[in-house]
């Protein structure tokens, strides 16, 4: 498969891939389809993720505080992050979906890539153990770590973007839903973020906290609010 090319590891059982790579709503629509989807594999990943991130923050940055420790690694292992990792490795592409999710724009919904990245760790996991998955998770998501160190503000975007907004200005920083899409148990709102009615960007998230915080890191990242 061409995806074991980009990311560098030769599966031992390439069903452990094929699994990583299948959407729930594959299964749904496909009576003949491979018994599991990806979720499992989604579960395992992120929980080997933090691991991975957490002890390389440990060992690279000894100095550093636990607080300042948790608000690096959850800046890193985050969906924006991880979503950017998948699309380095064209991961959309590679994804069996239902034909609904596929005409809802499932293969670029960042949540559905950062859970197929973290799936995909899972899968290295379990079929080539730690050092595998570790070697994997390093060489995309190391420089994020480094570029992020002194980025206290992406645990909460909001926060920051607050801070940074009201020194100069009182006027009211809003935060409006203009889109909901998706099943009721996988929705996906999109939130547009405006300061005294300028437009500073929006967000989408699989609730509105998540959204909100992503429209004010991009708002924060646009306009170099750091």
Not at 9 to 38: D, G, M, R, V, W
Not at 56 to 62: H, L, R, S, T
Not at 82 to 96: E, H, N, Q, V
Not at 165 to 175: A, F, N, V
Request: hydrophobic residues 35%; charged residues 25%; negative net charge.
């Amino acid at each position: 498969m061409e995806l074991q090319k980009i990311i560098g590891y030769n599966f031992n059982k390439i069903q452990n891939l094929e699994e990583a790579l299948t959407h729930s709503s594959y299964i749904n629509e496909n009576k003949a389809s491979p018994k599991q989807h990806n979720e499992r594999l989604e579960y395992l990943g992120d929980a080997v993720l933090e691991l991975v991130v957490s002890g390389y923050i440990f060992a690279e940055f000894p100095g550093m505080s636990e607080g300042d420790m948790t608000r690096l690694r959850a800046g890193v292992v985050c969906e924006p992050s991880l979503s950017a990792c998948a699309r380095k490795i064209g991961l959309g592409g590679f994804l069996r979906m239902g034909k609904g999710e596929v005409a809802n724009g499932g293969r670029e919904r960042d949540s559905v890539l950062s859970d197929a990245f973290e799936a995909v760790i899972g899968a290295i996991y379990l079929d080539g153990g730690y050092k595998a998955a570790q070697r994997f998770i390093l060489a995309y998501l190391e420089d994020d770590i480094h570029s992020q160190k002194g980025l206290r503000w992406v645990a909460d975007c909001k926060t920051h973007l607050q801070e940074q907004l009201q020194r100069d200005s009182q006027e009211p920083i809003e935060y409006r839903v203009i889109k909901e899409e998706g099943p009721e148990h996988e929705k996906i709102f999109t939130v547009e973020l405006t300061h005294g009615g300028r437009f500073l960007g929006q967000g989408s998230g699989r609730n509105k906290k998540e959204a909100e915080q992503a429209a004010a890191r991009f708002a924060i990242e646009e306009n170099h609010l750091y």
